[in-house]
C-alpha cells in the first residue's frame, strides 16, 4: 500500500495541468476513502484492489482529459458497489454531483448482465450517456484498465470481455473522439481471440524494426 500511496501521490504532484485549492483536497479525500474501503480487498492478480481505482483515475485525467469531478468519481467508482460505504456518505462528503456520478456507475454495473444480449447492453450504456456523458467516460477508463491487466483471468473471461468490448466499448469510443483508446481495445481485443496471429504479427514488426 505504500507502493500505491507513492505512485498517487507522483500522480498528483505531476498532473498537468496542475490541480490545487479545492480541486487537489476532494481528490485527496477521496483517494483516503477508498484506500479505507478497499484495504483488505485484492484482484485476481493478488495486487491490492485500490491500484485498480488509481489507474482508472489516472486514465481519466492523463487519457481522455478529464477532471477533478471525474478524478474523484473514478477513485470512487467501486466503493459503494464492493465496501460498505453508502451512497450516501459519498454524496454528503463529496456533493450531489460526484453523488449521482458514482451512483450512475454502481447502477450500471447493476443493470450490466453478461447473460443478456449485447445488443440489450449496449443500450444500457448508451442510456448513461442521457444521465452524465463522463459516466460513459469513466466506464471507458475502468474498460481499459481491466483490459489491461486481464492476463491473470481465465480463458474464457478473457474471450467474452473482449466480445464485449468490441461490440459496446469499440463503436462508443469511436464515436466519442477516442480514438487512441478504440486502438488500443482493438489490439487487446485481437491479441485475446487471435493469440497466434498477434505473435505472429508482432514478432515481424519487431524483426522490421530492427532492419
Known sequence: LVIIRNDFDHFVANMEPPMTGDD??????AFELALEAHKYQRRKSGEPY???PVEVAKICFNEIGLGATSVTSALLHDVVEDT???LDEITYRFGNKIGKIVDGLTKLDG???VESPQAENYKK???TLVYDVRVVLIKMADRLHNLRTIGSMVRHKQLRIAAETNYIYVPLAHRLGLYNIKKEFEDIIFMISEPKKYEEI???LKDCLLY
Open 202 to 204: 508482432s514478432t515481424k
Open 111 to 113: 443493470l450490466y448482465n
Open 24 to 29: 487537489l483536497k476532494m481528490v485527496q479525500e
Open 125 to 127: 450504456v448508451l442510456s
Open 50 to 52: 485500490i491500484h485498480h
Open 84 to 86: 460498505e460505504v453508502k
